[in-house]
């Protein structure tokens, strides 16, 4: 059997066609999440600078900008930490599945 009829196979299996819908759903939800947290916090500087150029307490120079900053950061590491590991879980499962049942 050739490469390219083990390619239209899997195209065809409907748990492909699964596997295709469930992956590219969960990347655009995270997607969204992220790029709503990044272009929330640059209209924020854009139209509320003082709200985070406010310091923290009256004894800091340290204003909300810093801690919201470093939260987006953290927020697109854990979004990258769950894509990975669902990745790497389920979706490399269903892979080794359809793989094995197509004979490769």
Request: glycine residues 10%.
């Amino acid at each position: 059997m050739s490469t390219d009829e083990v390619y239209r196979r899997i195209y065809d299996d409907p748990k492909f066609q699964t596997l295709v819908k469930k992956r590219g759903r969960f990347a655009w939800t995270l997607s969204i999440i992220t790029l709503l947290a990044y272009y929330g916090f640059i209209l924020l500087i854009a139209f509320e600078p003082e709200l985070l150029g406010t310091p923290l307490s009256p004894a800091t120079v340290i204003t909300w900008g810093i801690p919201g900053g470093l939260g987006l950061i953290v927020l697109c590491f854990i979004v990258t930490g769950i894509y990975v590991q669902r990745a790497n879980g389920e979706f490399d499962r269903l892979t080794r599945e359809l793989l094995k049942e197509h004979g490769q």
